[in-house]
C-alpha cells in the first residue's frame, strides 16, 4: 500500500519493472524508458502543503506526488537545469528538508500517467521552468535597508539648495497568533543629508494597535425600546525614544526627544492591521544643545499607511509630526510642524532581496532654530532603497505552476 494524503498518494518511483518489457531498474528508481509527458502551457508545481518524495528516473534524481484518483504523478527534477534541460550540481534551495522514498507495489502503478512539473516552492516564492527559485512576495514591515538619493529643499533665510542623501533603518511588524495585537518595531531609522547640514534618525520606535473583543463604550437610550450603541475605539500606544536632529549650518544646534510617549486612536485600519490611519497626542521630554537643558513638551501626530497590492510591491506613507516645547530661558515656547508623505514601489530584486523606489514629498515649520528664521520650508526626495532582508508576507499565496 502507498501512503495516502486525504485521497493524494504520494509515492516514491522505487519499484524493479514497470511494465513487463522494462529494463530492470535499481531499488528507488523508475525505469529510463518512462514516458513522463509534458502538459501545453506553464509546468505545474508540486504542491507545497503535501508531502513531497524521492527517487529516481533512470539516472535523474527526481520529487514527485501522485493521486491515487486521477492515477497520475507530477514529476520535477531534485535540482536546477541548464539552459540544455540538464541537471546542474547542487541541492534544490526552498523545497521541503525531508524527502523521503516511499513504496507503491507494481500493480499499484500500472496505468498511472507522468507529468513534467517543477519543484515545490513556500509561499511567496516561485519556480521558472528551469526549477530556479525566486521571492515575488515582500513584506516591507518587516527589513533592514540602506537607501541614498536627490534631496531638494527651500528654507527660510536660505533659499533653494539640492543635494544627496543617506537613509537607513530598521523595522519589524509582529501580531499575536490570534491577530489581537500588531507590535510595530523601528530601529535606528534616519536620514544624512551633509550638503544642507542635516543629520536626523530615531534608535527606538514602539507602538500597538489593538483589537478589542468588545466595544470599550457602550450606550443604552430608554426612548421607547431600549437601544444599545456601541462606540468602537481602537486605542493603542506609540513611544519614540532618542529621537535626533542635529543641523550644522550657521550655529550648531541638536534637538533630542528623550522620550515620548503617546496613546494613539486608529480611525481606519485593515483587518490583518498592516494598513491604517491614527493620530496621537502626549507628553514628551526634549534636550536642546544651544542652552544644555531638558525640557518639557507636547507632541502628536498623524501616522497613515498602505499596502496597495497582494505582494507588497506598492506602499503609500503619511507621517506629521507637531510639537510645542517650555522651558527655554528668555524664550516663548517653540513649535515645531513635520511632514512627509510618499510612495514606495519594488522595482526588481537582488539575490532575492527587493531594490525600491522612494518618492517623498516634506513640508513643515518650526521656530526652534537658532540659524534659521521662523517659517515654511518645503523638500523632496527621489532614491533608492535596498533592503537586506525582507521576507514573504504572512498571507503570502501559494503558486502552483512554473513563471
Given at each position: 500500500m502507498c501512503p495516502l494524503w486525504r485521497g493524494v498518494a504520494a509515492v516514491s518511483?522505487?519499484?524493479?519493472?514497470l511494465l513487463a518489457h522494462a529494463d530492470e531498474a535499481p531499488p528507488d528508481s523508475l525505469p529510463a524508458s518512462t514516458q513522463v509527458q509534458r502538459q501545453p502551457g506553464p509546468l505545474p508545481a508540486l504542491d507545497w502543503d503535501a508531502p513531497v518524495f524521492c527517487g529516481n528516473l533512470g539516472?535523474?534524481?527526481v520529487r514527485f506526488q501522485c493521486n491515487e484518483v486521477t492515477r497520475s504523478c507530477l514529476v520535477a527534477d531534485d535540482a536546477e537545469l541548464d539552459g540544455n534541460g540538464n541537471p546542474l550540481n547542487g541541492e534544490l534551495s526552498r523545497v521541503h528538508p525531508v524527502c523521503p522514498?516511499?513504496?507503491?507495489?507494481?500493480?499499484?502503478?500500472?496505468?498511472?500517467?507522468?507529468?513534467?512539473?517543477?519543484?515545490?516552492?513556500?509561499?511567496?516564492?516561485v519556480r521558472d521552468e528551469r526549477n530556479r527559485v525566486m521571492q515575488f512576495n515582500f513584506d516591507t514591515h518587516r527589513r533592514i535597508w540602506i537607501g541614498g538619493g536627490w534631496s531638494p529643499a527651500w528654507f527660510p533665510g536660505q533659499g533653494f539648495e539640492s543635494?544627496?542623501?543617506?537613509?537607513?533603518?530598521?523595522?519589524?511588524?509582529?501580531?499575536?497568533?490570534?491577530?489581537?495585537?500588531?507590535?510595530?518595531?523601528?530601529?535606528?531609522e534616519g536620514r544624512l543629508d551633509p550638503g544642507q547640514g542635516y543629520f536626523g534618525a530615531t534608535a527606538l520606535t514602539w507602538d500597538l494597535s489593538h483589537v478589542y473583543p468588545t466595544a470599550p463604550l457602550r450606550f443604552t437610550t430608554f426612548f421607547g425600546k431600549p437601544r444599545r450603541y456601541d462606540v468602537t475605539l481602537n486605542i493603542g500606544a506609540f513611544v519614540e525614544a532618542g529621537h535626533v536632529e542635529s543641523f550644522s549650518k550657521g550655529t550648531p544646534?541638536?534637538?533630542?526627544?528623550?522620550?515620548?510617549?503617546?496613546?494613539?486612536?486608529?480611525?481606519?485600519?485593515?483587518?490583518?492591521?498592516e494598513s491604517y490611519l491614527r493620530i496621537r497626542g502626549g507628553p514628551?521630554?526634549?534636550?536642546?544643545?544651544?542652552?544644555?537643558?531638558y525640557l518639557f513638551g507636547v507632541e502628536g501626530g498623524l501616522d497613515a499607511e498602505d499596502i496597495l497590492d497582494r505582494d507588497g510591491f506598492h506602499r503609500l506613507f503619511l507621517e506629521a509630526n507637531v510639537a510645542r516645547i517650555w522651558g527655554l530661558e528668555n524664550s516663548a515656547p517653540v513649535s515645531?510642524?513635520?511632514?512627509?508623505?510618499?510612495?514606495?514601489?519594488?522595482?526588481?530584486?537582488?539575490?532575492?532581496?527587493?531594490?525600491?523606489?522612494?518618492?517623498?514629498?516634506?513640508?513643515?515649520?518650526?521656530?526652534?532654530?537658532?540659524s534659521q528664521p521662523a517659517g515654511w520650508d518645503w523638500g523632496g526626495y527621489a532614491g533608492l532603497r535596498f533592503s537586506f532582508w525582507a521576507p514573504a508576507r504572512r498571507n503570502a499565496t501559494l503558486v502552483r505552476e512554473a513563471r
Open positions: 518511483l522505487c519499484l524493479t519493472p539516472a535523474r534524481r522514498a516511499g513504496l507503491l507495489g507494481v500493480e499499484r502503478l500500472r496505468g498511472y500517467t507522468f507529468t513534467q512539473a517543477v519543484a515545490e516552492s513556500p509561499p511567496g516564492w543635494s544627496g542623501e543617506a537613509e537607513f533603518g530598521g523595522r519589524i511588524d509582529f501580531p499575536d497568533d490570534d491577530l489581537q495585537n500588531m507590535n510595530r518595531l523601528h530601529l535606528l544646534q541638536t534637538w533630542v526627544t528623550v522620550l515620548a510617549a503617546e496613546p494613539t486612536l486608529d480611525i481606519l485600519r485593515s483587518k490583518d492591521l514628551a521630554l526634549e534636550h536642546d544643545s544651544i542652552g544644555s537643558q515645531r510642524l513635520q511632514t512627509e508623505a510618499g510612495y514606495e514601489v519594488i522595482v526588481l530584486a537582488v539575490n532575492d532581496q527587493p531594490l525600491s523606489a522612494v518618492f517623498e514629498g516634506r513640508a513643515g515649520w518650526r521656530n526652534d532654530l537658532v
